[in-house]
């Protein structure tokens, strides 16, 4: 038997029904604060995330899907290419390859499945899915203001409210920027250098090539020493630092709660300033259930000008397991109204007549097959959850007056075939 690759699932129903309920309402969301759809490929070249995610990096050193090009044109040939393992590089790409300042794009979402190749766990996969938005744009559009960075984490505290998933902790650092990087990772490689070598070996490479990355490390052993570290909190200059503060008096006015985490640095080499994940009780071991952070310098990384931004990403597999965990799950399911029960020879075709007229009433009908009996008639719609059963038989079609069965009361009763979309679902068909 041939399996799905490891790391790598199928979505079926009825748990489509809640990826779609959370697409539906991110779309909501993203339109009430202008936000505009974007599609990019689903693979980029390798370039791009070893200069927009960073080399040092997890997501670029370990876990990317990669592959030479064999096409025959000489302009593919030995090609790099990468499945996406993130949508920001590539948003960024297309804000500059497009020059989407000239069109005031500057709030883009997306959604869509994106590839690492990690240690597949619960809540960790290797095709995973992400609902992504980002505010990019020239200085001047205000694009670096706190605002931005406000206006993002009150659309997400909105948006799981809306989705009712609560107990959520949003957890809030800055990382600064390059100016004071620079006085960050001298005191992190003098702090690490009479440590380091009780480290792991993936720690040992960082504290050289990227020190900041050594809080990126999940060795239990480790940890101690990483807890003595410098912190970039203690380094920032005057603007971060006013920023800083700026984004949060705006989240305590507007009431947004969040935690302070200065150990929380992101697993991505762009980010500058705020950085933020928000966490979920119900999650487990992977309770990041979005993550995000401003990258004012990112399109300059990748030849673009300069144009300050922040976003997010929310892990849209973690996402639907937390509305899995809430009530409000089952209500989203997608039931049949009524299930339209052929019964007798040369009935299909009144019973496929009668299902066209109830559809296009916005009824959710299921039709069966004239070669069943009643028993097996009823059988199915109580398979398919239907709340109701609409007899079609010989008689039925002489008085044009159908037996409507509610399977969940068990009430039966005789309708004129006018009447069924009334008696099927009353709220619709006055609307
Ligand atoms: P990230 O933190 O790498 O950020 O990923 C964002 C979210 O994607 C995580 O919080 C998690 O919910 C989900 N996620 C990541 N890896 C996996 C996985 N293997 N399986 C299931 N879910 C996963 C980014 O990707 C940035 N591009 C976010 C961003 C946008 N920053 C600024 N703009």
Same mark, same amino acid.
């Given at each position: ?16 029904? @809640? ?26 070249? #390798? ?11 997890? /997501? ?13 044109? *000489? ?11 993130e949508?920001?590089?590539? #948003? ?38 992400? =609902? $992504? ?31 009712? /998933? ?12 390059a ?17 380091? $070598? ?25 940890q101690? /020493? ?5 912190? /970039? ?25 969040? #935690? ?18 928000f966490?979920?009780?119900?999650? $487990? ?5 979005? $993550? ?14 300069? !144009?300050?931004?922040i976003?997010?990403?929310?892990? *849209? ?5 937390? @509305? ?8 989203v ?35 069966g097959? *004239?070669?069943?009996r ?19 038989? *010989?008689?039925?079609?002489? !008085? ?12 039966? =009763? ?11 679902l ?6």
């Amino acid at each position: 038997m041939i399996k799905a690759p490891r790391g790598t699932r199928d979505l079926l129903p009825p748990d489509t029904a @809640l990826w779609n309920f959370a697409e539906s309402a991110v779309r909501d969301v993203m339109r009430a604060y202008n936000f505009q759809e974007i599609r990019t490929p689903i693979f980029e070249s #390798t370039e791009l995330f070893a200069r927009g995610v960073g080399e040092d990096t997890d /997501i670029v050193s370990k876990e990317m899907f990669t592959w030479e090009d064999r096409g025959r044109a *000489e302009s593919d040939k030995g090609q790099s290419l990468t499945l996406r393992p993130e949508n920001t590089a590539g #948003t960024v790409r297309a804000y500059i390859e497009h020059k989407l300042w000239d069109r005031g794009l500057n709030k883009l979402f997306y959604i869509g499945p994106q590839f690492r190749r990690e240690r597949p766990q619960k809540g960790r996969y290797r095709q995973f899915y992400q =609902i $992504g938005a980002e505010v990019i744009g020239p200085a001047s559009a205000g694009s670096e203001s706190p605002a931005r960075d406000a206006e993002v984490l009150e659309m997400l505290a909105t948006l799981l409210d809306r989705l009712r /998933i609560s107990g959520w902790t949003l957890e809030l650092n800055s990382v600064g920027c390059a100016h004071d990087r620079a006085a960050f990772n001298q005191a992190l490689r003098k702090a690490l250098e009479p440590v380091v $070598g009780s480290m792991c070996a993936d720690c040992q490479r960082r504290a050289i090539t990227n020190p900041l990355r050594v809080f990126d490390c999940k060795v239990p052993a480790d940890q101690p /020493i990483i807890e003595t570290l410098p912190r /970039i909190s203690q380094f920032l200059d005057e603007p971060c630092r006013t920023h800083f503060e700026a984004v949060k008096e705006i989240l305590i006015k507007v009431g947004v709660p969040f #935690t302070l985490n200065d150990r929380l640095v992101r697993g991505l080499d762009y980010y500058t300033r705020t950085a933020f994940e928000f966490t979920h009780g119900a999650l $487990g071991a992977q309770n990041a259930i979005l $993550g995000g952070g401003r990258y004012d310098g990112l399109s300059e990384a990748l030849g673009g000008p300069a !144009a300050p931004g922040i976003g997010f990403a929310i892990g *849209e597999d973690r996402l639907v397991m937390s @509305l899995q965990e809430s009530a409000s799950a089952e209500s989203v399911l997608k039931r049949p109204d009524v299930y339209v029960a052929a019964l007798g020879a040369g009935m299909n075709s009144e019973a496929a007549r009668l299902a066209r007229e109830l559809r296009r009433h916005d009824i959710v009908a299921d039709l069966g097959d *004239e070669t069943f009996r009643l028993k097996k008639s009823f059988e199915a719609a109580t398979k398919a959850g239907a709340k109701y059963i609409l007899i079609v038989g *010989e008689n039925e079609v002489k !008085a044009d007056t159908f037996a409507l069965k509610n399977l969940a009361t068990g009430e039966q =009763i005789s309708v004129p075939r006018a009447d069924l979309p009334q008696k099927v679902l009353p709220q619709k068909v006055q609307e």
